[in-house]
């Protein structure tokens, strides 16, 4: 089994990955909500920012991603073997 530090610092490495998937996701501009801009705001910039729904969103996805990478660690359904394309370690 892994020690919990090196499973703490992959979780951490996959939340922060999963901040990128989420981020785009039901993001609406003040256009589409039917506000009127600041002046100088960026068109695209968001209606709203809610930090919490965001956190939250995030924990799942990578509360998800990393179960999914603690399974395959225990029960070896893929392996680097299987992904060495070129055949590195056998000396091409």
């Given at each position: 089994?892994?020690?919990?530090?090196?499973?703490l610092?992959?979780y951490?490495?996959?939340?922060?990955?999963?901040?990128?998937?989420?981020?785009?996701?039901?993001?609406?501009?003040?256009?589409?909500?039917?506000?009127?801009?600041?002046?100088?705001?960026?068109?695209?910039?968001?209606?709203?920012?809610?930090?919490?729904?965001?956190?939250?969103?995030?924990?799942?996805?990578?509360?998800?991603?990393?179960?999914?990478?603690?399974?395959?660690?225990?029960?070896?359904?893929?392996?680097?073997?299987?992904?060495?394309?070129?055949?590195?370690?056998?000396?091409?």
């Amino acid at each position: 089994m892994m020690r919990w530090t090196s499973m703490l610092a992959i979780y951490v490495l996959f939340w922060a990955f999963s901040v990128f998937l989420v981020l785009p996701f039901g993001v609406r501009t003040a256009e589409e909500a039917g506000v009127e801009r600041v002046p100088g705001q960026a068109e695209s910039a968001p209606h709203e920012f809610r930090v919490g729904r965001i956190a939250f969103r995030v924990t799942i996805v990578a509360t998800t991603l990393f179960a999914l990478f603690v399974a395959n660690y225990h029960f070896g359904w893929l392996t680097t073997d299987m992904l060495d394309f070129l055949d590195v370690t056998n000396g091409i």
